[in-house]
Structures are given as C-alpha cells and as structure tokens.
C-alpha cells in the first residue's frame, strides 16, 4: 500500500490532507468562525418561515439551489457547514497534490507538512464563506497554470470548477486573485506558452462567470427580493463603514434638523423600522456620509500598509510564504526570479485598497496572504531543490518546527474552545440554551432583540453547525436590526406575528423584548419614544441568567 | 549571485522586527471611528501657537459669566458657523470687521457642533427678562419649546428673515430701552460656511454695536461649518470657536 502511495501523489495528498481534517474534527468548535455563515444556512434551511430560500446574498444563489435538495432530503444536517469543511479540504488537496506532483517525494512532502501545518489552522479553524472564496479560486488558478505546463483534462475541468466556485462563494474574495490571473495570462502571452489552452482558459471562465453574474442578478427582480438587496449596501456603509468622521455624520444631520437618535440608531445597528428607515429615506442620510467621507493620508497610510504587512508575521501561514519565497530566491537557477517580489507588491495593493474603504479585517487579509502562498507552489524550482533535505538531521528538524508551528496556529485560535462562553452580560451559553427552549414552547409569541442579543443568539445556536436548526427554527425570533432584516420569508413569519413594523409594532399584546444585563447605549425604547411620542412601561416577564424577556406597553394615561 | 536571496531575507527580517516593535497600537487605536492612516497630521484639535499667544483662551464655562459689570442690557449674538480656522489670517480679518470698537478677542472651547447645543450652553440664564430672537421657524430645533425651559419669556420669530431684518429689530428693542435684561439672538445668514455671508453678518453686528455705545455685546460662534462641504469643515478647528466681548468695563 506504501509502495502505491508513494507513486500516486493523488492518494498521498488526500491521505496526508485527511490526518488534518481528522485534527480539526477533534479540536475544533464545530462551527464557523463568522455568525454570517451561520444566517446564511438559516436562510436555507428555512428556519424563518419554514421554506428553504436560496438567496444567500453573500453567496451566489446557485450554491443555494445545489444544496436545497439536501435539505430537502434531511433538513436537520448542516449540509452548509459540512460543504464548508469540504471546500478546505478539497481545496488543501489540490495545493499538497500540485507540491507532491511537482517535487521529489521527499522535498514535497515536507514541504507540503510546512504549507498544511502553517496555513491550513486558520482556514479550517476560521471557517468562513469569505475565507473559502480565496481559497477555491486559488486553487484553480493553481490547476489552471498546471494545464497550462503540461496539458491536462482532468486538471482544466476541476480547475474551472474549483475557480468558479470561489467566484460563488463569494465574490469579493475573489477578486482579491485576479491581479494574480492577470500576471499570469500577461506572462504566458509574452513568453507565449500554450496560448491555445490559455485562450480556452479565459474565454470558457468568463463565459461561466457572466453566466454566474447574470444568474445572481435575475434572482433579485421580484419587488421583494429587489427591496431587500437594495437595502444591503446602504445599511452596510452605516453599520461597517468606518471610513467617515462619525461625529461630523451625527452633526450634520443634527443641524439640519434630523433625528439625532435616529441617526445613532441606524449606525449601532438599531434600524429595523419599516417607515423611519425606509430606502427611500436612506439617501439623505448616505449624503451626509459622503460628505464626512475621510480622504486617505497618504504617508500614514504607506506606513500602515509595512505595519500590517509586518503584522502579518503573528500569523504561520506567513510564515509559509516567507519560507517558500526564501526557497524560491536560494534555489532557482533563473538569472531573475521575481514571484515573491510581484506577491509581496500585489499584497501592498491590496492592503491599501483595503486601507482605501478601512475594511482590513483578519478574514480578509488571510484571503490576500493565501493567494500569494499558493502560487509559490508554481515557482519552486523542481530538480534544484532536491539538495534542499538531503540529510536526516534537517529533515528531522524541519518536520519539528512544524508540528511547532502547527501546535502555535492552533493556539492562536480562538474557536479551540469547544463550548464557547459568550458571556460578558450578554448572557451565557445556559441562559441562551433555556431562553430558546423558551421561545420554542411559546410559538404563539414572537420575540425580538437588538444587535447584540441576535449575536450572542447566534453565538449560541451555531454550536453545533453540521446540525441544522431546521424549518422554522427562528420563525417566532426577530432582530431590530441585522443584515437578514427584510428578507422576504423573515417579512412573511412577521406578518403572522402582526410585527409588520419591528421598532414600533414590539408595543404589541403578543411581542416580547430580549435584554440582556449589557445593553447597547442606544434602545428600542428610547428609539420608540423619541419617534412615537409615547412613553412605555416596561415590565420583566421571565429571566433566564442575564436575560431578561421584557414586555413593553404604552403609559395608560398616553393612550 | 544571491542577490536577491539576501535582499527578501533582508526584508524579512525588517518585517519582523517592526512586528516585535512597530508600534500599531497607535495605528489601531479607533480604528472604526478615527482611523490613523485618514486622519491629517495638523488635525489633533490643540491650538496653534499663533492663536495662544495673540488671543484670550476660554476653555470653560459660559462666557457671560467672564463680565465684570451688569449693565441694563446684555446683548448675546450667536453667530451661527463661525469657527477658528487652521489659517490664522482668516480669523484676524473677521475680528478686523470690528476694529475702532473696543472689544476682548477670545478664543472658546465648544465641545459639540451643532447650534442647538450652542445655545442650550451660552444662553442659559438665570435674571428674569429675556427676549430671544430667530429668523427663522419657531419649530426648527424645537426652539419652541427648550427656549422658554432656558429662561427667555419672549422669543421673536420671523420666517425666513435675514440677518440684516433681525439686526433692525434688535436696534429697535434697544432703542425702546424696555426693562429687559438679557437679549439673545442667533444669526443663520451664515450657516452654509460661505465666508463672504459670515463677513456680512459680521459687518451689520459691527454697525449695532457702534449705535449702541453703552450696552454689553457678547459675540460668539456656534460651532465650526457644518452644513458645507467637507472640505470647508475640516478647515476649521473642530470644538473651538472666537467670541468677542464688548462694552464691558475691562
């Protein structure tokens, strides 16, 4: 059996990538690390109303019509989550398979020991829609460039399939990997290398993608699905965008006679009103951030972007790069070897667009680290470096720094704990576990919650995600804002709540307010009585730990 | 040979040594809110030296209670978006407006920007007539209602009236030499940051003041621009704004 692994770099990789899917089984929280992939499954499961939806927003529908049938079959596994897991692990495969298949057995697989140990943790401990884009379409471009050498069928329909995928999961991530596409089809045209198959490469993807890309956009024509893509751009810039002077916002709105409150409403998240922050009233509130817009600073910004690229050496996985870049430079018989020069630019790039919008956030930045370690592979020269470990002692040490380095990752990572404790006054895993048997037995009431709390909800029930929630497991839960807001199925369950308008209709007989002991400074209430002229009562109807369900009634002598 | 090995080693090793001792606590630090690479150098809100050395500082406080002496009548003028701004030559020409008039020149701190807080701040009193005039919606701000709460017993609005038409109301209750204490009005010519309209404003208050030799005029701004463009606004010191006494006994 040894003798076939050896030959078969196919078998190997998968044999070596599954021992660390086998680690990340046992160590890890079973969840995703971001709450968005978690709503996201919601929204296909059904858990609102009931009906599997496939408009994942984030994620091009067409995942969501390959999954539904699954869930259609067994609605209580996460299917979701389980293709996750599979998609780093596929798409590790495929990284370890390429270094094995154009290495010595030996130089590759150690090697491939330093790449999984260093940069598989954070993908396969971080799972993330974001962090699985870059990482498929990585992996097909890496396929693509393999075809590109020696032709290969095999090679060119998983890579299209890998490529086009990470362009589904999300769109963002991967065109983070498109400088990296444009390097290369730039040199294959100059040193016209294969350029049948290039050509073939690029016309049959953008055919695919302009499929994709239109696909996604007919499915948001329907008034309602139309209302609720349209609103996700401008509550993000409110919400996410830290990119304008927040007090000047507030000012500028304040003197021209706007709602103060509302204003800090809608920037703490705090804006499910149908009417006050209706799309059509949005627009004066977006001029108001444009005209607060910060501009860039550009000699601070240059020192950001060193800073963070220094910073990214807390992470193994540029650790990896480094190592492989150093390889590349100490090994290659090339006059000039310029790959690590052109990442390391391509990177700076990066940072600063994502310095341009001040949206460098980890999941991001680990997407722009990935795309560079993953085309190394390609340039690692092949019959020089079999002098790389010659000798047992190296081999010996090097396979040492990596169980180091890969005992280091996991440390590192936050989701190790596997009962994660939320805690901190927005109430722990206990009190969120007894408060949702809670909403579950009381369907004839429907709760609702600020920012916060629907978090520290979601915290809670994505433990376990290869379980689902199932149909209708949020159908009596709803937030006062958060980016599901509008979703047609959540309107739909609404509507039999009698809750068509969440920040004013929670007054009603049947609404029910979650609170925590913690509280954002801003709460429905003071937003109701700023907007509805009308003080409320409030009265704690049950308590579970730090939660409170709290019922709120107008003062009898307002009415 | 190895050029470019030892030059990425080289650049290696530089990164990780700024990751050891860069300092991006600094760089992190309000991130979301005033994120340092877009925030201008000049922009921490202490005043220049310029402005330390040639004029009064007020850091706290309601400026009425800096007067040395209680007159019959007090005006308080604020001047709505007039701020310190980053060129200190700009301010001397406005200040110059009032030039032959003996005044103090100070400089205030005004911890929020909008004319509301302005107001709710400066022109809180505790004598009991007052007379407080806008030209402009008794709804707008809810002056209605919170002007009454801060002591003023008779408020004089008058839709869509310039500065220069409140100004001739102002001189005529001062003429009328009625037992009213305090006289408090807010100018809005100004409130769009166009600087030719903030000199206007200036030059009719100027021309009040000089008829009326032996009241006490307090002038001050309200904050810096803050309906214009961006630009304009971050041109001014954020929460500092000039004041101008006149008429009392120094």
Known sequence: ?559 | MKLNFILLLSVIIGLVFLMFYGDSKELDEQIMLKPWHMQRQEQNDSLSSYYLENYQIHGKGRLVEMLSSTPQHKVIILVDAWGVPYIPQNLNEEFAVFSGLSAKKIIQRRLGNTTIHAEKVELRKKDYTGIFLFGGDSLEYNRKEYMPQLGYDKLVFCQNCSDSVMLVQLDSILNENAAIQTIAFTTQSSRDGVRSNLLQSLKLIRDLVAKHPEDIFIIQGTHRPVLTSGKIRESYYENWVPALIMGDAH
């Open chain 1, 1 to 559: 059996m040894f003798r076939k692994l050896r030959k078969n770099s196919l078998l190997l990789a998968l044999a070596l990538n599954l021992v660390f899917l086998l680690v990340y089984l046992v160590l890890s929280s079973d969840s995703y690390a971001a709450l968005d992939d978690f709503f996201m499954a919601a929204v296909l499961e059904g858990a609102y109303d009931g009906l599997s939806d496939t408009h994942l927003f984030f994620v091009n529908s067409i995942y969501g019509f390959l999954l539904k049938p699954l869930y259609l079959l067994f609605s209580s596994v996460g299917w979701y989550y389980i293709f996750e897991v599979i998609e780093v692990f596929a798409a590790f495969t495929i990284f370890t398979y390429v270094l094995l298949k154009r290495l010595d057995l030996e130089v590759g697989l150690i090697l491939s020991l330093v790449l999984l140990c260093c940069v598989s943790p954070d993908f396969y401990f971080q799972l993330s829609f974001t962090q699985n884009g870059a990482l498929l379409t990585a992996s097909g471009v890496l396929l693509f460039l393999m075809n590109l050498r020696t032709p290969c069928r095999l090679w060119f329909i998983c890579g299209l399939l890998l490529f086009v995928l990470g362009f589904v999961m999300r769109k963002e991530s991967f065109l983070l990997g498109i400088p990296y596409v444009a390097f290369f089809v730039c040199l294959s045209l100059v040193k016209k290398i294969n350029l049948k198959i290039l050509l073939i490469t690029v016309l049959s993807s953008a055919v695919v993608l302009l499929g994709l890309y239109y696909f996604e956009k007919s499915q948001y024509i329907e008034p309602e699905y139309k209302y609720y893509a349209s609103y996700q751009g401008p509550r993000a810039t409110f919400v996410d965008g830290g990119f304008f002077d927040v007090n000047a916002f507030y000012d500028e709105l304040a003197e021209s006679g706007y709602e103060k409150t509302n204003a800090q409403a809608i920037r703490t998240w705090l804006f499910y009103d149908t009417e006050i922050f209706h799309l059509d009233s949005l627009p004066r509130l977006l001029n108001a951030v444009e005209n607060t817009r910060y501009e860039l600073n550009w000699s601070r910004t240059a020192i950001r972007i060193v800073q963070e690229i220094a910073n990214g050496f807390k992470n193994t996985a540029v650790w990896c790069w480094a190592v492989f870049c150093l390889l590349i430079l100490y090994y290659s018989k090339k006059k000039l070897e310029y790959y690590p020069w052109i990442s390391l630019g391509i990177i700076s790039i990066e940072i600063l667009y994502l310095c341009m919008v001040n949206r460098l956030v980890y999941r991001v930045e680990s997407g722009i680290w990935l795309y560079a370690i993953a085309f190394t592979i390609v340039y690692l020269p092949q019959e020089s470096l079999s002098s790389f470990c010659n000798q047992w002692q190296k081999k010996v040490a090097i396979v040492v720094a990596c169980f180091l380095a890969f005992a280091f990752a996991i440390m590192e990572q936050p989701q190790l704990q596997r009962a994660k404790i939320i805690g901190g006054g927005y109430g722990g895993q206990k009190d969120w576990s007894e408060f949702y048997e809670y909403a579950k037995n009381n369907k004839d009431k429907a709760f609702v919650m600020n920012f916060g709390q629907y978090k520290a909800l979601g915290e809670y029930l994505k433990i376990p995600s290869y379980k689902a929630l199932g149909p209708g497991g949020l159908s009596n839960i709803f937030p006062l804002g958060y980016w599901n807001a509008y979703l047609p199925g959540m309107l739909r369950q609404q509507e039999r709540y009698n809750l068509q308008n969440p920040l004013k209709d929670f007054i009603n007989s049947n609404i029910y307010m979650v609170e925590c002991d913690k509280n954002m400074f801003l709460t429905a209430k003071t937003f109701y009585e700023v907007n509805y002229k009308s003080q409320l009562n409030s009265e704690i109807v049950k308590r579970f730990g730090d939660i409170k369900v709290v019922k709120y009634t107008v003062k009898e002598n307002e009415k």
